[in-house]
């Protein structure tokens, strides 16, 4: 497996980028939007109040823009940097949505948010407002891009792999694009910075009422944050349906990890409530729960529409169940080792036995679509860490269930005109938006950790995609990392809370 230290530290490295990274970019997806509401009620109705409103949450809107453009620079760099094996064999494929992104992002979205921020008064309001529109727009088509990039890693699409170069090259564009983990990503991602947008203004706009402050302001931000919070919340469900519709599809190992599912059952039941044994590994005798309570028959119907239908347990996918057409990873490994067997001997038939080089290239398209699993020592190693994707997605669902009840509590209160005599509910929605970035970064681990031990799902281990550095390198540079983030960090922090001490401008 090389060093596994370098390929710990390489991936502690990735992992602290995405999570400083992802900080920024649902609030700038989902604030966007809510910015153009804003302005689009101050055009509608001529109120300068509205435009008051906007203004103020473009000043925060634009410092959170800048501090994610910065994280995310760095992020692509580590491509190259600490996973150049895989940069090489995906390049082709994985540059291209990338590209495209850059060109959104620096292109479309920089040049509308230049007018955006700097051409009040400078132009007329309807184009002013086009600019906004075309910024959260541009935001999140720069997103869907990235996620295109990311689904493919997923659930590869779209390509075939040259062996005489070791690259996986791109035959359509069209079904990374198409692919339902694309799509389904790109919904449930862009959702959830909706709804994340609008804890922030609730939050913000609570901690005004708290301190009875800028009331008016605080209402009608809340109002519109409240039912476009709302809203989101709901499509956010439906689109983390359709997620583990498509994982129970593609991706089977990391469903039963989510579900801490073992041992495969008809009528599979959800887990409501449990405490999974962390000590369990497949096929030993062990106890999966100490005690769970199910939901019978849902996760059958989230994983295949059907209350009756099969779902495959960590057992069953690792071990093999031939009564439901299941090939175990021991076979899948054997066939890997006759993949690379075979990709090795065809390189050194090419030159001198074409014949005999044909002949390997069609037993190694056989095997080819188990290629990675020959660089795994043991078919445990196809098992994702159980424990952490079962209680992240299990704090994710948990907190996203509330979340919509917050907005609507906080919108039966304005209805009533009793909203700032609700302290304790104010005091809930300021610690709402912490409570979102909890549950965005959640999805991330459940996404990424339950993907292991794959940097391309089936084909590429991590270990195999790893540049040649040591470990030592990849340490200096993952504190340093750390230290420019936090920086980072707090410098939004800062410069956000004495915007927001400071309010929005008087009338």
Known sequence: MGDLSMVNWARAQFALTALYHWIFVPLTLGLSFLLAFFETLYVKTGK??????????MKLFAVNFAIGVATGIILEFEFGTNWSNYSWMVGDIFGAPLAIEGIFAFFLEATFFAVMFFGWNRVSKKAHLFS???????????ALWILVANAWMQHPVGMRFNPAL?????????????????????THATSSGFVLASLFVVSVSSWFLLQERHRAFARKSIAVASVFGLLSSAYLGLTGDEAAYTNAQVQPMKLAAMEGLYKGTTRAGLVAIGLPNSMKIPGDNQKDFFFKIEVPGVLSFLANRDLNSFVPGIDDLVWGNPEYGIMGVKEKMARGKAALAQLAAYKQARQQEPAEAERL??????????LGYGYLERPADAVPPVAMTFWSFRVMVILGTLFPLLFLAFLLQLLRGRLEQSRG???LGVIGVFLGWIATELGWVVAEVGRQPWAIQDLLPTWVARSNLTAGTVQTTFFLFLAVFTVLLIAEVRIMWHQIKQGPEEA
């Open 361 to 370: 290239l069609a037993e190694f398209r056989k095997n080819e679509p188990y």
């Open 132 to 142: 906004t529109w075309m910024v959260a727009i541009g935001s999140n088509l720069s």
């Open 48 to 57: 300068e109040e509205w435009l008051r409103i906007t203004k103020f949450w």
């Open 166 to 186: 070791a690259r996986f090259e791109m035959q359509s564009f069209g079904d990374l694009l198409s692919s339902p983990v694309a799509i389904s990503k790109f």
């Open 425 to 427: 509910l104010l005091q």
